[in-house]
């Protein structure tokens, strides 16, 4: 069974620059969530969709952050304009359904200079 | 506030020796409770969880950990520590809400074995 997909697995832009990572659930998981992780911390919920639709966005920068789940499969997470504290690790994670075990994608690596 | 504190941010054992990872959680009702691993470049693994039953788990690679509701506290062992478990290990609690659980993880504590 393939796993979660993410890419790309690094970026590295200027403050003020835009960025879009894409993420490839797990075959038929209907719950898709973005993390970030910050160096040195645990991951931080960012935003969940339960099919196409947000679920939870409450710690989502709504200012610069942006995602979308089209036809409840593929997601993107973009963020316009990035900021030096941007640079993390965003993790993309799926799940069968709400109450599932989450499966980690490797995550993109950003660093904003 | 929900939270989980990982009080160790390194922990080094030598190869063939006990280990134990402590966490504590903060949290109002009877916890959802997981441990994580995430080798370097790699997404976060599943080591075990904790719902409900026998305060004792057994996950996978040969790690158990020991629910304690009296010290809130779900720390992680393993009896003999091999070369390849030197990786980032994360405690997280889930909140539980309307539409699933929402994972909340503590900082991890990073585990270096040698030989």
């Known amino acids: 069974e393939a796993g979660v997909a993410q890419s790309p697995r690094y970026k590295i832009i200027e403050k003020r620059q835009s960025v879009a990572f894409w993420c490839n659930p797990i075959?038929?998981?209907?719950?898709l969530y973005w993390y970030q992780q910050i160096l040195g911390q645990g991951p931080k919920l960012l935003i969940q969709?339960?099919?196409?639709?947000?679920?939870?966005d409450s710690q989502l920068p709504k200012d610069r952050f942006s995602a979308e789940r089209l036809k409840g499969v593929d997601s993107t997470l973009k963020i316009q304009p990035a900021k030096l504290e941007d640079s993390a690790v965003y993790l993309c994670?799926?799940?069968?359904?709400?109450?599932?075990?989450?499966?980690f994608g490797p995550g993109t690596r950003l660093t904003v200079t | 506030a929900q939270s989980v504190t990982q009080p160790d941010i390194h922990i080094t054992v030598s190869e063939g020796a006990s280990l134990e990872l402590r966490c504590n959680y903060s949290?109002?009702?009877?916890?959802?409770l997981f441990w994580y691993v995430q080798s370097p470049g790699q997404g976060l693994q599943l080591l075990l969880k904790?719902?409900?039953?026998?305060?004792l788990v057994q996950g996978i690679k040969g790690f158990e950990a020991e629910f304690k509701r009296s010290q809130s506290s779900f720390n992680l062992r393993k009896p003999s520590v091999h070369w390849s478990d030197a990786a980032e290990y994360f405690c997280?609690?889930?909140?539980?809400?309307?539409?699933?659980?929402?994972?909340?993880f503590g900082a991890g504590t990073i585990l270096r074995v040698k030989s």
């Open positions: 994670a799926s799940s069968l359904g709400s109450q599932g075990e989450q499966y």
């Open positions: 075959s038929g998981h209907a719950t």
């Open positions: 969709f339960q099919n196409n639709g947000v679920v939870d």
């Open positions: 949290y109002g009702a009877t916890p959802y």
């Open positions: 904790y719902f409900s039953g026998d305060t």
């Open positions: 997280a609690v889930a909140l539980r809400g309307e539409y699933g659980n929402k994972l909340v």
